[in-house]
């Protein structure tokens, strides 16, 4: 029958006593598909395998993009803006792609098996970038270490991998966070209160994947050859596959709900047909199901709100609405179904307001990089040089050292005096994030104000490195870091949280896709930036010799875009009201 829902391997659907505490109140099954009992699945004991998947996908992603730039100027031969605008479209790629992994998980696949299929893909993806460092006939022919030259079919074979593993992370990043969180059940107040804690020290173990790879792969990549450089994270794709099979047996797994893109669409042709009927004032007249339980798969009932009221058309019943003995869902839908799409719309300008902290976030991935390469990267007096891309590993000791201070210093402090499960609520958690990402520009603006003042005073012009320590990035970085653990680790949790259950994979995938259109916007913004200040046979800000150009002004043009950006999420901030849930999960 319809009602009966196979997960994994067959099991049937049954409905639980619904006074035994023993089984999770939900709607989550365990792997065959039975409703999960909480002595045997999910929680922190699930956890594990989960966090060690991401672990791996971290350190396999931030070992390849960390100094991606570099390869792309010095292997491929781009310039410094080409190279800075492929890194930015393959970033934005990758934080676009899990709008398909979304889809897929919330509508068909369910998380488990999006996951696992995706991460089969990143493998080959990774194994195939190898191949094209390591081949003869893929590989590009290098003069010396950093004069590489790279036929079309070898830049093309490149390109082809990366994409692969931009498909495959679209699978991953949206359903990871989400499917941790699907292990602790939000109708036992014990287990919620864990959830948040969890996007915490999920987000904890990711900078631990990011630390090693900034660091070891980075050098590995700089002094061993990029062969080992990548085939070191396509290794760890490998671990990740396993990692993740190891714990199906405790995972508590969410039924998807149907496509939410076509309850959407419904909710707006429903709304439309009926444009000239009046809403009745009696709530009772408003089209839902009887029971307790939703009628939308894997979701509870939403309560009503008063907003986009125009929506509210699609659930008042006329007698055209059944057809051959059905409701027509073309034509009525239930009143959570309306809420569905009013929650989705009203995350929209919250969403809207991450994609600049995005652009600003991924100038530690290009300019960040190539303003650290003009610098002197000794460490100390020895002659052991740190490569550029290493820097970041600030960023990541930074976001190491606010999770633990955030989640068990800030939290209880804050929550004494709010009295707010969390401290303080997410959109404010954003904020100060986005407050402190202006200070990260405005520290790299003023740095690289001063390394060009030396090279002017001292003619550093043509030197590859001018004898100013690397280590003076550390504060934009460290800054960076701190923005990170209060808006991306912000966003996460109020995305999910905010999400009707049933979306909850496609709204993370739309925080995430803030990543992607900030770096395509930080692409833009390169190509704006470098057309209009190169007029008259101007240098620019940008030329491929730092030296010789303004990435000061860049780097203040980003600040002030960021105070204009804080502005308005405050006034977005005030007008958000947050969803209300009712009955069960069906």
Known sequence: ??????????????????????????GTLDYR????????????????????????????????????????????????????????????????????????ADAYLGRYKTIASFTIIYVIGMALLTMTTSVPGLKPTCVSKDDCYATAGQSAACFVALYLVALATGGIKPCVSAYGADQFDEDDEVEKKHKSSFFNWFYFVINIGALIASSLLVWIQTNKGWEWGFGIPAVSMAFAVVSFFSGTKLYRNQKPGGSPITRIVQVVVASVRKYRVKVPADESLFYETA???????????????????????????????????????????????????????????????????????????????????????????????????????FDTLSVILWIPIYDRLIVPFTRKYTGHKNGITSLQRMGIGLFISIFSMICAAILEHIRLQMVREHSYYDLDHMPMSVFWQVPQYFLIGAAEVFTVIGQVDFFYDQAPDAMRSLSLSLALSTVALGNYFNSLLVTIVANVTTKNNKPGWLPDNLNYGNLDNFFCFLAVLSALNLGTFMLISKWYTYKKTLGTLR
């Not at 956890?47 to 672990?55: S, V």
């Not at 350190?59 to 991606?68: D, E, I, R, T």
């Not at 031969?77 to 934005?92: V, Y």
């Not at 509870?300 to 019943?317: I, M, P, S």
Request: contains cysteine; aromatic residues 12%; glycine residues 6%.
């Open 1 to 26: 029958m319809a009602e009966d829902y196979v997960y994994l391997q067959g099991g049937r659907v049954g409905a639980p006593d619904a006074e035994d505490d023993s089984y999770t109140k939900d």
């Open 291 to 393: 029971n307790a339980e939703s009628a939308i798969k894997g979701s509870r009932k939403l309560e009503h709100t008063n907003e986009f009221r125009f929506f509210d058309k699609a659930f008042v019943e006329l007698p055209t609405d059944n057809t051959k003995g059905f409701k027509d869902p073309w034509r009525l839908c239930s009143v959570t179904q309306v809420e569905e799409l009013k929650s989705i719309i009203k995350l929209l300008p919250i969403w809207a307001t991450g994609i600049v902290f995005a652009a600003v976030f991924s100038q530690m991935s290009n300019f960040f990089v190539l303003q650290g390469s003009h610098m002197d990267l000794h460490v100390g007096s020895s002659s052991f040089e740190i490569p550029a891309a290493s820097l970041s590993v």
């Open 33 to 104: 598909g039975n409703p999960a009992n909480k002595t045997v699945t999910g929680t922190w004991k699930a956890c594990p395998f989960i966090l060690g998947n991401e672990f791996c996908e971290r350190l396999a992603f931030y070992g390849l993009s960390a100094n991606l730039v570099l390869y792309f100027k010095n292997n491929l031969h781009q310039s410094s803006a080409a190279a800075a605008k492929s890194i930015s479209n393959w970033t934005g790629t990758c934080y676009l792609t899990p709008l398909i992994g979304a889809f897929l």
